[in-house]
């Protein structure tokens, strides 16, 4: 997973600035269109196929606004759509860092309850196979 939260400026090869892209998102109130009208907080909310979607958008108006200028110098306009996209690929990352978690998660579980019923299968033979006497005797050490 990338760690895009913070943006580095670099001026003649010197840092002048890191910014946490989230904090720059949140204090010039970015703004996604999809399905209507959201916000950065917004997009955690959706799915990644929603996000893939949003993204796709953003990158359409990239593409036209790299078309459309004979300058290279950026604008204002140019480097928000930049960092939406940086957003917007962030937050896929960490929702599919976190379903490959849960995904995991669950095939540790169903592994762990696997061995747990061997074991208590096993610890049931063993009892099984005891006589008489030797299971008396355990009786008498629960008592």
Known sequence: ??????????????????????????????????????????LWDLNVEALDAIFKTLNRQKKTADEDSLLAIK??????LANKIELVKY??????????????????????????KIVAKKKDKELEDMDVEQLMKKLEELN
């Open 75 to 80: 604008s204002a306009e140019d480097t928000e």
């Open 1 to 42: 997973m990338s760690c895009l939260s913070v943006v580095t400026v670099i001026l003649k090869g010197e840092i002048i600035m890191e910014k946490n892209l989230f904090e720059i998102a949140t204090r010039n109130r970015y703004r996604f269109t999809y399905k209507g009208v959201m916000t950065v907080e917004d």
């Open 91 to 116: 937050i896929v990352s960490v929702k599919l860092a976190e379903s490959e978690a849960r995904v995991n998660a669950a095939e540790k579980k169903a592994q762990r309850d696997k061995i747990m």
